[in-house]
Every structure is written in structure tokens, then in C-alpha cells.
């Protein structure tokens, strides 16, 4: 015998005897027999060929190619389902292979899996990407009937029911003739990565690459882009899937504050911020569920139990089909709060020296707060801007924080939306030692979409009356 080979049994004997010193502490009812050098020189592959109850599942293993995964060093666990259970597999997925490699794919699992393991359930990724469910009895619905069997690289146990690969959410949703279906599809959109397209020249006139059509091209989704791809096996959700009817009501509620440049944009806005509230991270059953969850966007969604059609557990979380999630406007469309001390950029980059961010101590509340105080840079209408990711089409109050607790003279700053040169708000008096909330003027955005904001310094270059000092700014939205 080589080194290699030497090595490779070395290697599945300590794999053992660390499992076994694991397994030494089982309960009673997953005591583990003593092992032996027939059952440690043996692989999983092996194991299911010499267990004639096993026979159409080792042919199945033969068919997919799985035999060959079973038989290397790494570690495995199996839930083969026997020959009685493997007599109600659909003939038409045991005749394509493709569906077949996906439902034995889930019979199979890296590392080794013991019943006593699970407290009071595990769920693992199988080799097909799906995950299961497994518990001191049961392989998801099925019964274990014999548990346990180890062998030189992982451990077998003998299910009594065939386990078809679960849909994910996407999968799901995909199945359904619903408009919500429709409306996550039209969610998808095509982009060009230039990291991953080919470039075949320079424009001569504009001096940018030239990439070969078709090449680079990358396909991703608005919805998942926001609150995480539904395709994910990984992940865990509970998603919401609403009738037409009341989708359709709620997307009529929230489209005259998404208003776009287009009817087909204003849609589509429609469509995502609808459908972006029925996405809730991590798996709620009837049974712990609250009031109210909160979605993945952090927006809180009403749950009335007696709205839910239909239920449907997936392999990447659960689907409720309900009739209504009457979700408020109010959390919605939100007050946007900046901090004044995470600025996006300043009208001039030679003035660090005079930008300062503090922490401060408000002698009202005694609470610390932190804030920017810009001075004696002497630059008129020098200004601080600060990107705001999405308003929606609606009024908003502007008020802002600005303490002024250094300076013993007052001074003038401006709220400026999209041009720091713009006069829509007038000059507002910032008031020495004042950390009330001030009303700094109204602002309506004309569509959806992202702003930068600014604070403007008064428009002179005088030491102590051009100052510039936030503590925050919050957007208020004016609702009917």
C-alpha cells in the first residue's frame, strides 16, 4: 500500500474516532454501536450497494453519478429512501435526468449528520443547494427507520417516504398565474459590467472603452436588489403573496407618491414598493406570528391570521396567499433623519482645517450628541451637501437641529435642495445654545427619486456670521 493510501485510511480513521468521541455522550434512544474495521473500510457508496432494500436507490445513485461523490474521503450523510418507498417516485422524474440528479441531490449532505445532533431540529444544505430539515426521527415528512449507520466516510440512515426537493420562493411564485408573478418579473433589468465585458478598442472621440456587444451583460432584479433575492437558498423568508384584487389596491395607494417620468415608471415604482413590504426576513408560522412584522425594509406589515388563503412551505422559508396587508402609508413614506456629521462633500476640498465634527453635550436632555461646525473659513456661500437616497412625491417639512453653543454671535445658514445656489428657502437664524428642532422651510419633490441636499453658509466671509453648524436635518412628509 502507498503513502497516499496510507494516509487517505489514516485520515477516515481519526475522521471516526473524533465523531465517535462526539457521539459518546448520546441518549439512550441514538446509542451508537461499537464500530469495527469492516464498517470503517467501508464508503457510504459501498454501504447502500450491499443493502438489498436500498437496490433502486443505488441504481438511482449509479444513474446521477452520485456513486462516485459517495465513494470519496470527504465526509457524507445519506437519507436513502428504501425500495417500497422508491415504488411511488413519479416514472417522470425518474426518466429525466435532470430531476432525478435534483431529487437524490437531496437525499445527500456534506458532513456527517447523527440523529442525536438535532435540538430540536437541524436544517442543512443537501448537494442539490436545497435545504432540508432534519430531527431525531424524521428526514422532513419521512420517518428514519434505520438510523445511523456509519461508515468510513459519513453515515447512512433509511427513510420510509420519497422527499421531493421543495420549491424556493421565486420557484413558487413562478408557478402561479397571479400579477404579483408578473410584477416581480417586470422587476428584472439588463446592465452592462464592464469588469466582465470584452474590450475591443478606445473611441477616439470620447476616449472610452469600446466593448464587444452581447459581452458583460448581467441580469438583476429591483426587488431583490432592495430586500434580498428570493431565489436564495440560503436565506429564510416569509412572503406574502396578496390576490389580485388587493394587490391591486394597494399599488392604486401608493402611486400618486411615486410619480415618475413615465406611466410605465410610475408602475413599475408601484409594483416595488408594494411587493418590497411583503418580503420579511426569517420564517413566522401561524403559530408564533405577531400583530406585525416587519419587512425587509423595515417597514411594519399587519398580519390578520384570517386573511390567510393558502399556506406554502418552500425550501427557502414560507408563502402565505392572503387576501389583504393593509400596510399604512404612515410607514411607508417616512421621515428621513441625516446626521450632520456624515456630509457627502463641501463646495470646496482646501478647508478641512476649518471643518470640525464634535461631540457635544446637550445640557437639556444630558444626552451626547455629535454634529459639524464649519468656521472662519471666510468663503461665501461655502456649503456641506448630503445625498438623500429617495423621497417620494409629496410634501416635506424640513427642521433641522443646530445648537450654535460656541460662537457668542448668531448667524444665517440656507436649506438648499439640488442647486446650493437656489433661493426656495429663505436664510433661517441659527440661535445660540438652541437645540430645539427648527422649521427650516417646505419642499415638494416633482418625482421619485433621490436629492442632494445642502446647507449653505450666509454669503459673505466674515469670521462668525458665515459659520455653518448641524447637528441633523429630518424630512417630514406631509400626508393627507
Known amino acids: 500500500m502507498n503513502i497516499y493510501m496510507l494516509s487517505k485510511n489514516a485520515n477516515r480513521l481519526l475522521s471516526m474516532l473524533v465523531l465517535l468521541a462526539v457521539l459518546a455522550g ?27 432494500s436500498l437496490s433502486k436507490f443505488n441504481e438511482y445513485l449509479v444513474k446521477t453519478g452520485y456513486d462516485k461523490v459517495l465513494a470519496a474521503s470527504k465526509m457524507f450523510t445519506a437519507w436513502a429512501p428504501d425500495n417500497q418507498a422508491l415504488a411511488s417516485l413519479d416514472p417522470a422524474i425518474a426518466q429525466n435526468d435532470s430531476l432525478l440528479k435534483q431529487f437524490v441531490g437531496g437525499c445527500l449532505a456534506n458532513q456527517a449528520y447523527y440523529t442525536n445532533m438535532p435540538s430540536p431540529s437541524l436544517r442543512i444544505k443537501t448537494l442539490n443547494g436545497k435545504y432540508i430539515f432534519f430531527t431525531q426521527t424524521q428526514f422532513e415528512d419521512a420517518t428514519i427507520t434505520t438510523a445511523n449507520q456509519y461508515v468510513g466516510n459519513g453515515v447512512l440512515h433509511i427513510i420510509n417516504k420519497v422527499v421531493l426537493p421543495k420549491q424556493n420562493v421565486y420557484e413558487y411564485l413562478e408557478t402561479t398565474a397571479s400579477k404579483q408573478k408578473t410584477y416581480v418579473d417586470g422587476l428584472f433589468y439588463t446592465y452592462t459590467d464592464s469588469t466582465l465585458a470584452v474590450k475591443t478598442g478606445i473611441d477616439p472621440q470620447t476616449g472610452k472603452p469600446i466593448y464587444q456587444a452581447g459581452t458583460g451583460l448581467v441580469t438583476k432584479n429591483y426587488l431583490f436588489n432592495r430586500v434580498g433575492d428570493l431565489r436564495d437558498e440560503n436565506q429564510e423568508y416569509t412572503f406574502i403573496q396578496l390576490t389580485d384584487d388587493a394587490l391591486e389596491s394597494e399599488r392604486a395607494k401608493i402611486r400618486p407618491y411615486v410619480q415618475s417620468a413615465t406611466p410605465e415608471q410610475t408602475d413599475q415604482l408601484s409594483s416595488l414598493h408594494v411587493i418590497k413590504d411583503l418580503v420579511i ?26 386573511a390567510i388563503l393558502e399556506t406554502h412551505v418552500v425550501s427557502n422559508g414560507i408563502v402565505y396567499v392572503m387576501s389583504k396587508a393593509d400596510v399604512a402609508l404612515k410607514d411607508k413614506i417616512r421621515t428621513y433623519k441625516r446626521e450632520g456629521e456624515t456630509p457627502d462633500g463641501f463646495s470646496r476640498s482646501d478647508k478641512n482645517g476649518n471643518i470640525a465634527y464634535r461631540y457635544r453635550l446637550n445640557p437639556v436632555t444630558n444626552e451626547q450628541y455629535r454634529d459639524i461646525y464649519i468656521s472662519n473659513h471666510k468663503v461665501p456661500l461655502f456649503n456641506v451637501f448630503y445625498r438623500v437616497p429617495e423621497l417620494y412625491t409629496v410634501p416635506y417639512k424640513v427642521f433641522w437641529v443646530a445648537p450654535n453653543d460656541t460662537q457668542t454671535l448668531t448667524f444665517k445658514q440656507r436649506f438648499a435642495v439640488n442647486d446650493p ?55 417630514v412628509p406631509q400626508l393627507p
Open 421 to 475: 445656489l437656489s433661493t426656495d428657502f429663505d436664510e433661517t437664524l441659527v440661535g445660540l445654545k438652541n437645540y430645539d428642532l427648527v422649521p427650516v422651510g417646505t419642499y415638494t419633490p416633482a418625482t421619485f427619486g433621490g436629492i442632494n441636499a445642502f446647507v449653505v453658509a450666509a454669503n459673505n466671509g466674515v469670521d462668525q456670521t458665515n459659520s455653518i453648524n448641524l447637528d441633523y436635518f429630518i424630512l
Open 26 to 52: 448520546c441518549n439512550k434512544y441514538n446509542k451508537l454501536a461499537e464500530p469495527n474495521q469492516d464498517v470503517l473500510g467501508k464508503t457510504l457508496d459501498q454501504q447502500i450497494k450491499q443493502t438489498p
Open 281 to 306: 426576513k426569517g420564517v413566522y408560522t401561524t403559530a408564533n406570528m405577531p400583530d406585525t412584522l416587519l419587512s425587509a425594509d423595515s417597514v411594519k406589515v399587519p398580519m390578520d391570521k384570517t
